[in-house]
């Protein structure tokens, strides 16, 4: 670390004595784009990793769907407390219960491909601009 710190230092002051204006204002420049360039990719991380927390959401939902399987979180789990008397209302009731489980998702996917679909021409077109920049 001291050897490469020495010879940067060394490279400086070669550079000033050939012109040292020059290079200062050339460091402070790439200095500048650095720092540009380091809020840039944070900024597009932060999107990507949204948008691929949204786009896990719907993969999971149509697997699910593919499947007929309702996730966890989305279970309705109030049942009628005489279902033991009548089998056949916790039977309709299961069977309500799963098919509007089913259409949530649906319904989930529906409502965030649209948004879905903006954050990832949003992410494309920051890339690009990314690009033309750098």
Request: aromatic letters at 14%; glycine letters at 4%; hydrophobic letters at 40%.
């Amino acid at each position: 670390m001291k050897s490469s710190l020495r010879e940067c230092k060394k490279f400086q002051s070669f550079a000033a004595s050939r012109g040292g204006q020059n290079f200062q204002r050339y460091t402070l420049e790439k200095k500048n784009k650095s720092v540009e360039f380091d809020k840039k990719i944070q900024l597009l991380e932060r999107k990507v990793g949204a948008y691929k927390c949204l786009q896990w959401q719907h993969f999971s939902f149509m697997a699910f769907l593919d499947r007929g399987i309702v996730p966890r979180g989305l279970r309705v789990l109030k049942m009628p407390s005489y279902g033991n008397v009548y089998p056949d209302l916790l039977k309709q009731w299961q069977q309500l219960n799963l098919r509007l489980s089913l259409d949530y998702m649906k319904l989930m996917n529906a409502f965030f491909a649209p948004i879905e679909a903006e954050m990832r021409e949003e992410m494309v077109m920051e890339t690009v601009n990314f690009n033309a920049i750098f």
